[in-house]
């Protein structure tokens, strides 16, 4: 019966060193999983600010178009543009 009684405490042993690791295990993955929603909420917030920046810099970029646009389109511009063809043309 003393084998049987040092089977028994030895396989508690081993259930309770088993019981530890996977609880040790379940912490690390915890750890792990907190770190990643943490990053995904950090790069969220970060995607939201370029797209912000983003739509600034569309916004500016079609304020420019406009106005080129408009200068292009302006009579002065045009004189101007032939004006300089015909100088380089000639040489001058």
Do not use: C, F, H, P
């Not at 993955?29 to 990643?36: E, G, T, Y």
């Amino acid at each position: 019966m003393n084998e049987q009684a040092d089977a028994d405490d030895l396989t508690s042993m081993i259930d309770g060193l088993s019981l530890e690791q996977a609880l040790l295990d379940a912490d690390v993955a915890i750890a792990r999983a907190r770190d990643l929603m943490l990053r995904l909420v950090e790069m969220r917030e970060q995607l939201g600010a370029e797209r912000a920046r983003n739509a600034a810099l569309t916004q500016e970029l079609e304020t420019a178009r406009a106005l080129y646009d408009e200068i292009v389109a302006n009579r002065a511009y045009r004189y101007a543009s032939k004006a300089w063809a015909l100088r380089r043309a000639i040489g001058g």
